[in-house]
């Protein structure tokens, strides 16, 4: 498999571009960027519901581990408060709310248990927003070369709504790792396609080629018996 070094802005031109503005370093809170540069790995978490209990303590996260979610965090029942948890949003700007926010309760326990160890990250803002602690803001959209270069129209004419939410964070975790003091692994788990709807407003074939061309690691998940799959289906 060809390998993808992580870009950097300064690579291309987009200081022109709507959200070019933007430092992407300087989105992201002082005490998130130190927990990054002691972290072991970065671990991205997707929604997908065929991750199981089993599957999470498999990577054995601990304290040197940076654990990322998304959105509605569905599997937020597996995360653990010792290591760092980074929860990220994407903005729906029609409707002008972040996805998965206000947290449901397994999120909210972290915060209240470990809350120095948590953050949350919004992608994806078209409206102004007053900066807040522990809080990394960026504007849509991230100045960054894979997300630039992401398709603008879909097989049929209709256009895509932009990267999603998870591929936003792992372009941004990727791109880190360009710069000095950041050394740790960037993981994925339940990115290799097992299960899951995955939604047409995103270019999906887009985001899977760039994660296979990187070197990020894809955790694939653990293989199910027979009746495990015939339980899951009734």
């Known amino acids: 498999m060809d390998c993808q070094k992580p870009q950097t802005c300064e690579q291309v031109a987009?200081?022109?571009?709507?959200?070019?503005?933007?430092?992407?370093?300087?989105?992201?809170?002082?005490a998130l960027k130190e927990c990054l540069r002691t972290a072991?790995?970065?671990v991205l978490i997707a929604n997908n519901p065929a991750i199981t209990s089993a599957d999470f303590q498999a990577l054995n996260i601990g304290i040197d581990d940076v654990v990322v979610s998304f959105n509605t965090c569905v599997k937020?029942?597996?995360?653990?408060?010792?290591?760092?948890?980074?929860?990220?949003h994407g903005f729906n700007a029609p409707d002008a709310y972040f996805f998965g926010l206000p947290y449901g309760a397994e999120v909210q326990r972290l915060?209240?248990?470990?809350?120095?160890?948590?953050?949350?990250?919004?992608?994806?803002?078209?409206?102004?927003m007053c900066?807040?602690?522990?809080?990394?803001?960026?504007?849509?959209?991230?100045?960054?070369?894979?997300?630039?270069?992401?398709?603008?129209?879909?097989?049929?004419?209709?256009?895509?709504?932009?990267?999603?939410?998870?591929?936003?964070?792992?372009?941004?975790?990727d791109w880190l790792r360009s710069h000095t003091g950041y050394t740790y692994q960037l993981m994925t788990l339940g990115f290799s396609n097992e299960a899951g709807k995955l939604w047409s407003g995103h270019a999906w074939d887009y985001e899977r080629d760039?994660?296979?061309?990187?070197?990020v690691i894809v955790v694939p998940l653990q293989r199910r018996r027979w009746w495990q799959v015939l339980l899951r289906r009734k």
């Open 14 to 30: 987009l200081d022109g571009l709507p959200g070019g503005h933007q430092s992407v370093m300087d989105g992201l809170p002082e």
């Open 40 to 42: 072991a790995r970065v």
């Open 76 to 88: 937020s029942a597996l995360l653990c408060p010792q290591s760092v948890n980074v929860f990220v």
């Open 111 to 128: 915060f209240q248990h470990a809350g120095e160890r948590c953050f949350t990250m919004l992608v994806g803002s078209t409206q102004a």
């Open 131 to 173: 900066p807040l602690p522990r809080v990394a803001l960026f504007w849509e959209r991230i100045p960054l070369p894979a997300l630039w270069n992401y398709p603008v129209d879909r097989p049929g004419g209709k256009r895509y709504v932009g990267p999603s939410t998870g591929f936003n964070a792992l372009v941004l975790f």
């Open 210 to 215: 760039w994660l296979q061309k990187s070197d």
